[in-house]
């Protein structure tokens, strides 16, 4: 079983930048792929990034790509997305997720996860 608390959301403005983190309860935090997604008003979730369980390969999604970093800490149990950038149209939920790393899943699809944190709020002002 795994808990997975968001932080760092807020409202900034255009150009701005945030960092979210999400802090992982248990001691096999490493043994879990993770991902975040976002989700808008009247929209689906969707896929942000997703990091594998020693940080070797990192994913994107292409709207994100260039401007948005994820990494993580496995010694805090933790993972970040660093956010640069940031536009209106980034405005939304932010959840982290995670999935064992045993299992092999397409880490972009939200269908996979096993576990999901409560979600952080992001507002970006134009």
């Known amino acids: 079983q795994v808990q997975l608390v968001e932080s760092g959301g807020g409202l900034v403005q255009a150009g701005g930048s945030l960092r979210l983190s999400c802090a992982a309860s248990g001691r096999t935090f490493s043994s879990y792929n993770m991902g975040w997604f976002r989700q808008a008003p009247g929209k689906e979730r969707e896929f942000v990034a997703a990091i594998t369980w020693g940080g070797g390969s990192t994913y994107y999604a292409d709207s994100v790509k260039g401007r948005f970093t994820i990494s993580r800490d496995n010694l805090k149990n933790t993972v970040y997305l660093q956010m640069n950038s940031l536009k209106p149209e980034d405005t939304a939920v932010y959840y982290c997720?995670?999935?064992?790393?045993?299992?092999?899943?397409?880490?972009?699809?939200?269908?996979?996860?096993?576990?999901w944190g409560q979600g952080t709020q992001v507002t970006v002002s134009s």
């Open positions: 997720a995670a999935v064992a790393a045993a299992k092999s899943v397409r880490l972009s699809s939200r269908y996979e996860y096993d576990y």
